[in-house]
C-alpha cells in the first residue's frame, strides 16, 4: 500500500472517532433522517452514474438505519462488472465508498458515514469476520495468550471488536494506517 493509501487509511480512523464523539456530543442523536435520506439520494445519483459511464448494470437500494445510509448495488445475473467494483479484499469497493461520501460531501457540505455494499460483500465479509473473532476468542481462552489479528479497515474492525466482546473477551487495536490491526486478550 502506498504511503497516500496508508495517510487515507489513518484520516479514515480519525474521521470515524470524529464522527462517535460527535455523536457522543449530540447525546447518541446522530444525523437526521432527512438529512440521511438526502445523501443516500446524492449518493444513489453519483453511482448510477458511474455504472452507466462503465455500463454496468446495478440495482441501487437506499437503507437508513443506526443514523447511517446503507447504500447496497445488487444485480440479480452473475455480473463481472460488479465483481470489478468490489476488487481483491474488498480495496476498489473501499475506495468507491469513499468517492461517493466525498460526492455526498461535495453536494450537501456534511460528511457522510454511509455505507457500501455491493452484492452483498460486506454482509459475506462480515460472517468471515464473525468467524475469525471465534477463532480468535477460542485460542485466547485456550493458550491464554494474546491473539494479534491481520490489518483490516476500521469497518471490519468495529465488526470484530462487536463480535469479540460479545463472545465475552478484550480487543483494543493497535498500529497505525494499512498496519492498524486488532489485539484479542482475555483482559
Known sequence: MSVESSEHALSADVSEDQDDATEAVNGGKGTSASR?????????????ELLDIADIDGDIDIEVRNGRTYISIVTDEESAGLESLVGRDGEVLEALQE??????????????????????YRKERAGHLQKIAEDAVA??????????LEPM???????VHDAVADLGLVSESEGEGA????VVSAD
Do not use: M, Q
Not at 460526492?103 to 457500501?116: G, I
Open 36 to 48: 440521511l435520506e438526502e445523501e443516500g439520494d446524492v449518493a444513489a445519483d453519483y453511482l448510477e
Open 99 to 120: 468517492l461517493t461520501r466525498l460526492s455526498v460531501l461535495s453536494a450537501t457540505d456534511n460528511r457522510s458515514r454511509l455505507v457500501l455494499d455491493i452484492n452483498g
Open 139 to 148: 485460542s485466547v481462552k485456550k493458550t491464554g495468550e494474546a491473539v494479534a
Open 153 to 159: 479497515s476500521a469497518y471490519e474492525r468495529k465488526i
Open 179 to 182: 498496519g492498524r490491526h486488532i
